[in-house]
């Protein structure tokens, strides 16, 4: 889900590819309206250009105006875990194209 769920309100969903005709299925047999808004977010994500992030003088490249590269990503992360002694990070598995999926846990 891209959206909060809740009754009476509208949500957007999120599938690959291959399992479109599968949910538009099942959405038709149980009488729910639906409509496709993008048939392919991949090329819209595709459209955007990355920034390759350029070490600033706060220790990260990251900002919050552009698309950054996982490897930006992941090192700001890095960063945060060495600045703030209440920030840890964590593998919590890998994504559907092998990349490591990281996450930071903020705890006082």
Not at 34 to 47: G, H, P, R, T, Y
Request: contains cysteine.
């Amino acid at each position: 889900f891209w959206t909060e769920v809740a009754p009476g309100r509208y949500v957007d969903i999120r599938c690959a590819p291959e399992q479109k005709e599968m949910l538009t299925e099942l959405l038709a047999g149980q009488g729910m309206q639906f409509s496709v808004m993008i048939e392919d977010v991949q090329n819209l994500a595709d459209l955007v250009p990355m920034k390759k992030g350029i070490m600033s003088k706060s220790g990260h490249s990251m900002d919050w105006t552009d698309y950054h590269p996982i490897e930006d990503i992941h090192s700001y992360l890095d960063y945060l875990e060495a600045t703030y002694d209440f920030v840890t990070t964590e593998s919590i598995g890998q994504s559907y194209e092998g990349s490591e999926m990281r996450i930071a846990k903020v705890c006082r």
